[in-house]
């Protein structure tokens, strides 16, 4: 029970994204598709919204990229009925697991050599870059005195930085870093 004139704050939040090493189109609109289908439940309006929300949110400032190709991502969410809120973040949640799932099942077994191990390894450096220096909740974490382990656990085991690396103009690792750095409309 609120206390009589205590002022009362809530909000929903929340988002996923995809951050493959490679791009395979097919999965890319697999997994939007199924973003944009939990969103449309709700309103048709979320999808575009919360694409474009997921592409600003995840942009590492400092490389000029995203650290992925998209997905969704809202925050603060207090202009609608909470039911339907908690509905529709509900609806998220159990979306990732058909969005992702299959991909793995497709790639799980797909040879890789040394170069697709260290260009996987600079692509997890992204995604390290960007939950250390700007994910909202990471750094929350570490700025209250949060349990440590429980804010790093997002982290890989491993990643890789080299100075000055640009992959070869039209390779396969060069197209999924231009989908990085000018987002696409996968859908």
Not at 162 to 182: Q, T, V
Request: aromatic letters at 16%; glycine letters at 8%.
């Amino acid at each position: 029970t609120d206390a009589p004139g205590a002022p009362r704050q809530w909000w929903f939040g929340g988002g996923t994204d995809l951050t493959p090493a490679y791009i395979f189109e097919d999965d890319v609109k697999h997994f939007h598709s199924v973003q944009k289908k939990a969103c449309d439940k709700f309103d048709p309006t979320f999808y575009p919204r919360f694409k474009q929300w997921c592409d600003d949110y995840f942009y590492i400032k400092h490389r000029g990229e995203r650290r992925g190709l998209g997905g969704i991502f809202f925050d603060d969410l207090n202009d609608y009925d909470q039911e339907m809120l908690l509905a529709f973040a509900t609806e998220c949640a159990n979306s990732v697991i058909p969005a992702y799932v299959p991909i793995v099942e497709r790639r799980k077994d797909m040879p890789f050599n040394d170069q697709h191990k260290a260009w996987q390894q600079l692509r997890r450096g992204r995604y390290v870059e960007f939950n250390l220096v700007y994910d909202r909740g990471t750094t929350f974490g570490l700025k209250t005195g949060g349990r440590i382990e429980s804010i790093l656990v997002s982290l890989p085991l491993s990643a890789r930085w080299e100075y000055d690396h640009k992959p070869e103009e039209g390779s396969e690792e060069w197209k999924l870093l231009d989908a990085c750095i000018n987002p696409k409309e996968w859908l």
